[in-house]
T-cell receptor, first 115, second 112 residues
Framework: DAMVIQNPRYQVTQFGKPVTLSCSQT?????MYWYQQKSSQAPKLLFH???????NEADTPDNFQSRRPNTSFCFLDIRSPGLGDAAMYLCATSRMDRGRNQPQHFGDGTRLSIL | AQSVTQLGSHVSVSEGALVLLRCNYS??????LFWYVQYPNQGLQLLLK??????LVKGINGFEAEFKKSETSFHLTKPSAHMSDAAEYFCAVSGGAQKLVFGQGTRLTINP
């Protein structure tokens, strides 16, 4: 089945130690998103790629970076995680069709804990 | 610009009762509207979408929603709640750009 896969499902890292979360998709969608979701809150968009074009949200900290080496893969890099970065990180994909965005498809997320 | 307001952060119904989750939106362009469901420790799953076709939209798991432009609403309903419906529900709007704007979510609890 076509899907969005996030690895790992659970990630534990140390305060200040760089961490990378990965996302892959078999849907061949041209848009990929990274969201941060804290407990009992809505997902918060960090950035997204439209094809190779990177679009950063204005309030996304510089500590968060992303890479999209090809259509299928997208990575979230947290350069120096702080305690406030502990959250669920969700990857999503969608397809732009005739200038309108089709529904986003989400992975199951990576829950990041900071020690 | 787009925005979404979900009325009620927590809704509790009895098993077999009607489920009604409220969503009002604001959009400067004809909106696309979505309802997503999130189970614990999982991602968001699309329940249904409105994309300017029929105003009554049927989704998965027996849910449906009606787009009412005059009321700027897109409320989610299900005639008979099941225990498995307990989850967090998010309404979202897209104004045609690549981004979704989410409401704050409504946690649905089902009482046996």
């Amino acid at each position: 089945d076509a899907m969005v896969i996030q690895n790992p499902r659970y990630q534990v890292t140390q305060f200040g130690k760089p961490v990378t979360l990965s996302c892959s998709q078999t849907l061949n969608h041209n848009v990929m998103y990274w969201y941060q979701q804290k407990s009992s809150q809505a997902p918060k968009l960090l950035f997204h790629y439209y094809d190779k074009d990177f679009n950063n949200e204005a309030d996304t900290p510089d500590n968060f970076q992303s890479r999209r080496p090809n259509t299928s893969f997208c990575f979230l890099d947290i350069r120096s995680p702080g305690l406030g970065d502990a959250a669920m990180y969700l990857c999503a994909t969608s397809r732009m069709d005739r200038g309108r965005n089709q529904p986003q498809h989400f992975g199951d997320g990576t829950r990041l804990s900071i020690l | 610009a787009q925005s979404v307001t979900q009325l009620g952060s927590h809704v509790s119904v009895s098993e077999g009762a009607l489920v009604l989750l409220r969503c009002n939106y604001s959009s400067s362009v004809p909106p696309y509207l979505f309802w997503y469901v999130q189970y614990p420790n999982q991602g968001l799953q699309l329940l249904l979408k409105y994309t300017s076709a029929a105003t009554l939209v049927k989704g998965i798991n027996g849910f449906e929603a009606e787009f009412k432009k005059s009321e700027t609403s897109f409320h989610l309903t299900k005639p008979s709640a099941h225990m498995s419906d307990a989850a967090e529900y998010f309404c979202a709007v897209s104004g045609g750009a690549q981004k979704l704007v989410f409401g704050q979510g409504t946690r649905l609890t089902i009482n046996p």
